[in-house]
């Protein structure tokens, strides 16, 4: 008898277990991530026997007591930067301007006319790395010689990686060292990347060298070349390039001296042939004079 009574208590505990009206509405969110100053997309979708209407959300931090975001009836309450995706029949969420204090565990409650159901959602909130800088040590490099290459990368969240390569493709990763230094600003965790690639006796013509910054999920968010200078192919002190506005002033320097010194040398040869003229023209006419 006492069994029975047991096994009754076990079934309806059981069927007020499934009986939910979220049974008839299956709904799910999928697991978020947002990426911090732009708009988060939450994708939730239930069953929908095609005219299902969403009467109304409450969304809260399961930690917390208030609700972050209501909306029923033509009312919304709450923080402004929360929205419906579509607030007839989608209950996909909408944060725009994505902030890290949004990251957690929430419980979303959906009213319909069909029936209600609360689900957990969870969202993490990441950072993109800004556009990595690079640099030498030495500034200027020479084939052959020590070097170590620079990439820092800022500003993104969680903490990510920096990858090297040079122009064949090769990775050189192996041979980098990767420092990461967590900051905090107002809220705002970033992890800045330093990658510094040294290379004992470097081969310039590797070079461009690419320095790739990865996010914590090892995707692309940015990249950057490392060009060397041409001398970096000499072994030897930059060679200093003939001036050519010194050539040139010199010549044209040099070859008005010589146009001066035609130009007199001709003076003084018509002058001199001036007066060997006026003197045989005279000597003619003393003789003429003469009886
Ligand atoms: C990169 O960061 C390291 C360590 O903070 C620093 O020594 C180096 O000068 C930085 N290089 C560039 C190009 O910013
Ligand atoms: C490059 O090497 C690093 C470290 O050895 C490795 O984690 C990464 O997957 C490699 N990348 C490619 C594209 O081969």
């Known amino acids: 008898m006492s069994s029975v009574i047991r096994q009754f208590t076990v079934l309806s505990l059981f069927i007020l277990a499934v009986r939910p009206d979220g049974e008839l509405l299956d709904l799910k969110c999928q697991p978020t991530v947002g990426i911090v100053a732009q708009t988060t997309d939450i994708r939730c979708q239930y069953k929908t026997n095609g005219d299902t209407i969403i009467n109304g959300v409450f969304l809260k931090k399961s930690t917390e ?30 944060i725009s301007d ?25 969202i993490t909130v990441t950072a993109k790395y800004s556009a990595p800088v690079t640099g030498t040590l030495p500034v200027t490099l020479k084939n052959g010689r020590l070097a170590d290459l620079y990439c ?46 040294t290379f004992k006796s470097i081969d310039v013509d590797l070079a461009p060298f690419r320095c ?40 044209m320097v ?10 007199a040398l001709l003076f003084f040869r018509r002058k ?4 060997r003229d006026y003197d045989s023209a005279k000597t003619a006419e003393d003789d003429s004079e003469k009886p």
Not at 222 to 228: D, H, K, P, V
């Open 65 to 94: 007591e208030n609700f972050i975001f209501q909306m029923y009836g033509n009312k919304i309450y709450g923080d402004k930067r929360f929205s419906l995706e579509n607030p007839t029949n989608d209950p996909s969420l909408k």
């Open 98 to 122: 994505t902030m890290f204090s949004d990251e957690g565990n929430y419980d979303y409650r959906v009213v319909t006319d069909r029936g209600e159901q609360t689900v957990q959602l969870s």
């Open 152 to 197: 820092n990368a800022t500003d993104g969240f969680p903490g990510g990686f920096i990858h090297w390569f040079d122009k064949h493709k090769t990775n050189w990763t192996i041979n980098s060292d990767l420092t990461k230094v967590p900051k905090d600003t107002n809220g705002r965790k970033s992890v800045a990347l330093s990658s510094k690639l």
């Open 212 to 251: 790739v910054v990865l996010n914590s999920k090892y995707e692309e968010d940015g990249e950057s070349r490392i060009l060397f200078d041409k001398s970096a192919r000499s072994d030897e002190p930059k060679v200093l390039e003939p001036n050519t506005t010194k050539i040139i002033a010199g010549v």
């Open 254 to 263: 040099i070859g008005s001296l010589i146009v001066g010194l035609l130009f």
């Open 272 to 275: 001199r042939s001036f007066h």
